[in-house]
């Protein structure tokens, strides 16, 4: 049973940065590609951006490519999201997902319980 637990959200201006991380037990994490999924006011879960096994390929949502980057390090079981240019539409509650499909930008099966970033104007 994969374990994940994020970290590094909270309250921040329009145009500042945030770094979440998430920390992955119980599984064989460099067998699963990860994924950030947000759900922000009135909206769905949906894809933010994913990373491969490896950590040589990526994918991001068009919302916020060239703002957010996506990596991870297999040595330390840990992925990260720097996120940049933070804009209010940001605000959501941020998941770490083991295991989605990068082609599909589907979730995998394993969740973290989120971590609010709030974007004020």
């Known amino acids: 049973q994969v374990r994940l637990v994020e970290s590094g959200g909270g309250s921040v201006q329009a145009g500042g940065s945030l770094r979440l991380s998430c920390a992955a037990s119980?599984?064989?994490?460099?067998?699963?590609?990860m994924g950030w999924f947000h759900h922000g006011p009135g909206n769905e879960r949906e894809f933010v951006a994913a990373?491969?096994?490896?950590?040589?390929?990526?994918v991001y949502a068009d919302s916020v490519m060239g703002r957010f980057t996506i990596s991870r390090d297999n040595a330390k079981n840990m992925v990260y999201l720097q996120m940049n240019s933070l804009k209010p539409e940001d605000t959501a509650v941020y998941y770490c997902n083991a295991g989605p499909s990068m082609a599909r930008r589907a979730a995998g099966a394993y969740w973290g319980r989120g971590t609010q970033v709030t974007v004020s104007s």
């Open positions: 990373i491969s096994r490896s950590g040589d390929s990526t």
């Open positions: 119980g599984g064989p994490f460099k067998d699963f590609s």
